[in-house]
Structure formats: structure tokens, C-alpha cells
């Protein structure tokens, strides 16, 4: 059997964006594969839930995203760059018996959450323009001569002016129309706000998601739920409510939609409610201590709602009953003490995207043995079936590794930690021999409010880790979802200590196993993993080196550079850079960057605005000044999303960096990386000797 390298991720299919046709018996989803270092290829494709081989439904041109059948299941709607030289979106439409897709709309902004009327007649869409985009029509139809133009210099009046990896520059997202016979564009909303998440209560009722109309949106999470009636063109709001990313799922006059306390902000759990036009507001997971799931938004089945949420360790979908409610329309939310049902959790999977239709769910899911397929449950019987099996010829040539589950109590840092257990996993290399010892590397994940499975996009760094001969540990340390509201407030004001605490705890009890060699440990982690990695390298020298991704380094230099992001600070921390700079300086890893001796590798994207690379920049230099082993190393072109969905070439390189970052330290005859030259051992550079030589 090969072993699983950094590289092997140009040869891993992805599938994404399940969604079952009205009658249940087939599934539409995005089929995506590396096409080169720098892109992608998605297309559509389409398989029976009763079996059979899975087939391509679009042309492998552009990027395809976001299927969506037609009511009555004769068209499939999706989004496409096909015959575009830029990354916008387009809406497309494809008659599923067969003939050539016809492209619906040529807009400035894109085209984005695409939703069918019940009747089939239109199609509601979400696009991002500026007001000059709409006095100019470009959002209607984009002139054949109209190139775009970087704004120069950039003049920002918003609190939040960029996100992601793009600057607003003065967009906003509008919500739109499209008749499909004659392919006329209806512009929805045109305030200076931000819509979201369209659906339809019936054939003349769109509901929609907006910021609410105060002074500073970007500064709250002040929503409104909006009717719009097409006969009358009016759009009334019907509920105001809080979350940072609005989710609606509508079934006739009834909405469901993501809730977060806007008190609490980023240290609640996201709750699910239920607008009753008639019968008020009800919490449906009032009975249940989980966070709702962001991945996949909630979707009607008859009078059940369906949701996903992380759940010990692996993910879960659940639904719960929602019959016609009472209560005065006036009143606080009413708490539904039924406890929803799970349908769907295979222990330690990811699910990364669901469907429910006509009594079946499809879903996609990973597992230690294969990072993901696609998967259809019968909700009556609850039996399973496995559609696709995407990688399976790879997954036949390579070992992969199965992972040992690790349950500890957590650290001794915080309140009530002897109440809890944590909950971690251990994953050997191939061809392993206990009665050897091996170096471990250790993961801290993001979030900070987040959980880890042993699958998901984490699944090949994992594997690839242990196959170049390292034991690999991982771990859900409070502070993480899925365990509770407890477990996930315990790191309130106190980011490092409590997380040390626990990664610490899971060392020692992995250590406990005598193949682990405790001289050679290495650390590594991204976003509030890379807060970490950096904190733990100034707390300690436990660590032989560590790898510090896209990180949270200067809480001041964080809120005032990052996105929304700065929320983190004022909700985790309950302060401000003006009202206790000390306290902040203390709980940022700069703060005790002096202290660190341990060999780190600094990685940073260059167009990450969600962590800025400025704070990554000001703690590389600290190490610089003090003498530590250390090199930054910058990907242009790429955001915080780099582990996850960056350039094919990144993911890669930046894999392997950390690899031979952790050889050069671990006394496996190879020199420190700074003792090489900069590309040597990596994939990329030795494509590039090959090349040459030839």
C-alpha cells in the first residue's frame, strides 16, 4: 500500500451541495477536483438514492455551484462562471431530459443563493452591486464594453469594509427576481444594507433576511425578517430578530431562522427558531444544548424542520415536529420542550451539507476511512445507503490509518474542569510498531468555537502527518461546540489558559501509550489554533517546534483590522482596546513572544482579512528580534479559507512546509529547514527540477 502525501490532493474528488429532486429519487450535487495548482473544476452531477452510477450532468467548463431542481423536477437551476473571464456566478438552467443549459442572467454582482417560486415561473437570487451598479442597470444586464475598475485610493466609511478576501467597495447584497419565460430581472430591495437567504412562502410570497435599520449594521446583529408580495411590490417586516448569518427556511407562512443572543454575541449558541405569522415565535432547540450549524441551512419536511449541529465529536442532523403553533404573535419566544430527534450521526463523521425531500435525507459525509461521499437515509426507516464512492480506487492503493478515540478529564485551568471530559483522538502511522517510539504532532483546531471530528477537511493533513511517520493527536478542548453551553463558555475571558490546560491533558494522556516519544513533540494549529500554537510556544518549552497558520497573534491589532471578526474581542473578552489595553495585551500571544524559544514557522495568506496578516507579521519579528529559529512564509492570493478551499498548490505546499519544519527538529537525518534552501523537499520544486533536467 502507498503511503498518503501532501501532493496526493490534486488526485482527492469533493462533493458538496446535496439536493434531492421533489420526488426523493435522485440526487443532484457538485462534483469538485483539482484541475491545476491554482484552480478547480465543479460540475453537477446527478445519482439515483436507490443506487446506480453516479453521472455528470453539466460540461466541465467554468465552476459550477448551488443545483437546485424545479418544482415539478424538469429543470435544474445552478450557478456557473462557464464563458466567464472573471469568478462571477451566473444563474443557468438545464432541462433534466435532456438539451443544452441556458444561461439566465448576465449580472455586475454575481448570482448567489438561488431559490425556485413554487410554481416554477421565477427564480429568486441574491447579488452584490453598488448603488452606481444600479443607477447604471449593470445589475440587470452588463454592457459587452463595461470593465470594473479598483477603486483608487479607497475611501471607507463602514465599520466593516471588507470580509473574506474581498473589500465591499460600497457593495451591498440586493435580493432579485428572474421571470424565467422572459428572463426579465425584478430588483427586490435597493436599501443600503445588506439581504439575505430568499424563500419562498408560496408562488407570490418571497421572505427574506436584512440588517435592521440602525445607525451602524456592521456594529450589530439587528436582523429583520421581510414579506415581500410580489402583486404589490411591498416588502413589510414580519419579525425582527439577531444572528450574524441569517438562515431561513420557509414553509408557507411559517419561517424558520437562525437566532443568536445578541448579549452574548459570539460566546452564545445559535438557536433555531420559528416564526408563526399567526401563533408568535418558538425556540425548537430550547431542548436541546447544541449550537446550529452553519454548514447547511434548515429545510422543511412536511411539519418537520430539519438542522445539523455539531454533536461529541461528530456532526448530527435532527428534526423536530413544528405543527401550527399558538401563542400571542406579541409575546417572548415560547420554549418547544420537545427534544428534537436525531435522523442522521455516524460516530466521529462530518457532515458537510443536507437535503430533505419526499421522506429521504441526502447528506455528505466523511469518515476516518475516506474524507467524504454522499449518503441517502430513508427518514421512515432510517436505513442508509452510500451513493458515490469517489475516491474509492485511490482509497484501495494507499494505507489509511484508523484513529483511537481518547476520553480524559480536561485541564485544572478555569472553573468547574474536574466536571468535564474532554474528548480527543490519536492516529498512528502505517506499518506501526508499539514497541517503537514515534514523535507526535499536535492540532489545535479554530473557532475558537468549533469541533473537530476525525474526517472533514482536516482528513488529509491528518493522514499525511502520520504517513510520513508521525503519531498525529487532535482534540475538542472547551471552548469547542457540540458539548454543551457550559463546556463552550469556560474559555470567557480567558482564551490560553483554559485551552493550555486541556491540550496539555490530552498530551499527558496520550503520553501515557509508550510509542509516544515525549522529547519530540511539535505543535500546530490554524487561525485560533495558530492563537494558540503561538500562546503555548510563550507559556512553555514542552514543544520541539511548532507551526503557527493564519493566526490571531495581537488582540489590538486584531479589532481594529479584522472583519466582524472584532466581536471576538468584545464578547470573549468583555472589553475593548480602549478600556483595558493591559488586559488585552496580557491575553495576546505578541505579549509573551519574548519568551518563546521553541522553533516556529510562521504561515500567513496575504488576502486573509478574517485574521490580518499584520499581527502574524509583528509576532514574527519578536522571534526575529529574540534570536528564535523561525521564517514567515506569505501566500499571495489567498484567504483564511487557505486549509480549506485555497489554490490546489497552496494546500500543498503549505502541508509539506510543515512537514519539513517538523522533520528538520525531530533527529530524522535532514537539516532544519532554515539550513536548506527555501523550496528544497517540496513537491512543487522538484516538479520544477524534473522539468529542467528534461
Same mark, same amino acid.
Given at each position: ?85 472573471? &469568478? ?113 412562502? &408560496? ?229 506501526? &510498531? ?228 517538523? &522533520? ?31
Amino acid at each position: 500500500m502507498d503511503r498518503i502525501e501532501a501532493a496526493d490532493f490534486h488526485e482527492l474528488d469533493q462533493v458538496a451541495s446535496p439536493r434531492l429532486s421533489p420526488d426523493g429519487s435522485q440526487v443532484a450535487y457538485v462534483h469538485r477536483r483539482p484541475a491545476d495548482d491554482t484552480e478547480y473544476e465543479a460540475t453537477i452531477h446527478i445519482v439515483d438514492t436507490d443506487g446506480g452510477n453516479p453521472r455528470r450532468f453539466t460540461l466541465a467548463e467554468g465552476v459550477d455551484a448551488e443545483p437546485r431542481w424545479s418544482p415539478s423536477g424538469d429543470r435544474l437551476a445552478f450557478t456557473s462562471t462557464r464563458g466567464a473571464d472573471d &469568478d462571477r456566478q451566473q444563474l443557468w438552467v438545464l432541462p433534466t431530459d435532456g438539451g443544452e443549459a441556458t444561461q439566465v442572467t448576465d449580472v455586475v454582482g454575481g448570482v448567489s443563493e438561488i431559490a425556485w417560486s413554487p410554481d416554477g415561473g421565477r427564480i429568486a437570487f441574491v447579488q452584490r452591486i453598488t448603488s452606481e451598479d444600479r443607477e447604471e442597470d449593470r445589475d440587470l444586464a452588463v454592457p459587452e464594453e463595461y470593465e470594473p475598475e479598483t477603486p483608487d485610493p479607497r475611501v471607507e466609511d463602514r465599520t466593516v469594509y471588507r470580509t473574506g478576501q474581498q473589500y465591499h467597495d460600497g457593495k451591498r447584497s440586493q435580493v432579485y427576481l428572474v421571470e424565467l419565460d422572459g428572463e426579465d430581472i425584478e430588483r427586490v430591495t435597493t436599501a443600503d444594507r445588506d439581504h439575505a437567504s430568499p424563500v419562498w412562502g &408560496d408562488a407570490e410570497t418571497l421572505y427574506f433576511a436584512c440588517d435592521a435599520d440602525v445607525p451602524d449594521p456592521d456594529d450589530s446583529l439587528a436582523t429583520e425578517i421581510r414579506r415581500y408580495d410580489l402583486d404589490s411590490g411591498d416588502a413589510e417586516v414580519v419579525h425582527e430578530t439577531a444572528t450574524f448569518q441569517p438562515q431561513l427556511a420557509a414553509s408557507g407562512d411559517r419561517i424558520a431562522f437562525s437566532y443568536t443572543d445578541p448579549d452574548e454575541g459570539t460566546m452564545a449558541q445559535t438557536e433555531l427558531h420559528l416564526l408563526d405569522e399567526e401563533g408568535g415565535v418558538h425556540v425548537l432547540t430550547a431542548a436541546l444544548d447544541r449550537s446550529l450549524g452553519l454548514e447547511a441551512a434548515p429545510v422543511w419536511g412536511d411539519d418537520t424542520v430539519y438542522f445539523s449541529t455539531p454533536d461529541e465529536g461528530a456532526t448530527a442532523v435532527w428534526g423536530i415536529d413544528a405543527p401550527e403553533q399558538t401563542a400571542d404573535p406579541d409575546s417572548e419566544p415560547q420554549a418547544v420542550e420537545t427534544e428534537p430527534e436525531r435522523i442522521a450521526r455516524d460516530e466521529w463523521s462530518a457532515i458537510a451539507g443536507f437535503h430533505v425531500q419526499n421522506g429521504r435525507a441526502a447528506y455528505v459525509q466523511s469518515s476516518w476511512d475516506h474524507p467524504g461521499d454522499l449518503f441517502a437515509a430513508d427518514l421512515d426507516t432510517g436505513d442508509q445507503r452510500r451513493l458515490t464512492e469517489c475516491n474509492a480506487e485511490y482509497l484501495s492503493e494507499h494505507a489509511v490509518q484508523e484513529p483511537e478515540e481518547l476520553r480524559y478529564p480536561v485541564g485544572d485551568a478555569g472553573e468547574r474542569a474536574s466536571e468535564a471530559t474532554a474528548q480527543g483522538w490519536l492516529l498512528t502511522p502505517p506499518e506501526f &510498531d508499539p514497541d517503537e517510539q514515534y514523535p507526535m504532532v499536535v492540532e489545535v483546531h479554530g473557532g475558537p468555537h468549533a469541533m473537530w471530528t476525525t474526517s472533514g477537511t482536516m482528513w488529509h493533513e491528518f493522514q499525511t502527518l502520520a504517513a510520513r511517520g508521525y503519531v498525529v493527536f487532535w482534540s475538542n478542548p472547551r471552548g469547542s461546540t457540540g458539548y454543551g453551553e457550559e463546556y463552550m463558555q469556560a474559555i470567557e475571558r480567558d482564551w490560553g489558559a483554559v485551552t493550555t490546560s486541556d491540550v496539555l491533558a490530552g498530551i499527558e494522556e496520550a503520553a501515557e501509550r509508550s510509542f509516544v516519544d515525549e522529547e519530540r513533540l511539535f505543535l500546530t494549529g490554524g487561525s485560533f489554533g495558530g492563537y494558540m500554537t503561538a500562546w503555548l510556544v510563550g507559556q512553555t518549552d514542552r514543544f520541539t517546534a511548532a507551526v503557527s497558520q493564519r493566526g490571531v497573534y495581537d488582540l489590538t491589532g486584531f479589532y481594529g483590522s479584522t472583519d466582524w471578526a472584532y466581536k471576538l474581542v468584545e464578547d470573549e473578552f468583555d472589553t475593548t482596546p480602549w478600556e483595558d489595553p493591559e488586559f488585552l495585551w496580557e491575553h495576546s500571544p505578541t505579549g509573551h513572544a519574548h519568551e518563546v524559544d521553541t522553533p516556529t514557522l510562521v504561515m500567513h495568506s496575504e488576502d486573509d482579512y478574517r485574521t490580518p496578516i499584520c499581527t502574524a507579521e509583528l509576532f514574527y519579528r519578536i522571534l526575529r528580534k529574540h534570536g528564535v529559529d523561525t521564517r514567515l512564509v506569505r501566500y499571495p492570493d489567498e484567504g483564511h479559507e487557505l486549509s480549506r478551499s485555497g489554490q490546489p498548490g497552496h494546500i500543498v505546499d503549505r502541508i509539506e512546509r510543515i512537514a519539513r519544519w517538523f &522533520d528538520g527538529y525531530a533527529d530524522r537525518d535532514v537539516p532544519p529547514a532554515l539550513e536548506r534552501d527555501p523550496d528544497a523537499g517540496l513537491s512543487a520544486a522538484d516538479a520544477a527540477d524534473s522539468t529542467t533536467e528534461e
